[in-house]
């Protein structure tokens, strides 16, 4: 079976940082993009940041664009988010996705999500 742990949440401050990882099984990784969505409170699930594979340029959302980086570790099969100068508006549940053989902005393009783990940051 499929699973994409996400981990690494947490409560911090604003202007703190985070590193999100999403650890993948049962996948040939180096064939699956990658992509991190978040949902706040009320509000519909957008999408963060991708990485179609290891040689691919990254996509950054606007809202994060300078803030956050995305990188894969093949060897761990796992995915980061390094987020840094966060702000009380990234307060949201961080999803990971896998998609092949491509992968957008568009959860369809996904084949398999994570549980979500929980970014709250403080003013």
């Known amino acids: 079976d499929v699973q994409l742990q996400a981990s690494g949440g947490g409560l911090v401050q604003a202007g703190g940082s985070l590193r999100l990882s999403c650890a993948a099984s049962?996948?040939?990784?180096?064939?699956?993009?990658i992509g991190w969505f978040r949902q706040a409170p009320g509000k519909a699930r957008e999408p963060v940041s991708f990485s179609r594979t290891s040689d691919g340029a990254p996509y950054y959302a606007p809202a994060v664009k300078g803030r956050v980086t995305i990188s894969r570790d093949s060897a761990k099969n796992t995915v980061y988010l390094q987020m840094n100068s966060l702000k009380p508006e990234d307060t949201a549940t961080y999803y990971c996705?896998?998609?092949?053989?491509?992968?957008?902005?568009?959860?369809?393009?996904?084949?398999?999500w994570g549980q979500g783990t929980l970014v709250t940051v403080s003013s």
């Open positions: 049962g996948l040939t990784f180096d064939n699956y993009g």
């Open positions: 996705a896998a998609g092949w053989p491509t992968i957008g902005t568009i959860e369809s393009e996904y084949d398999y």
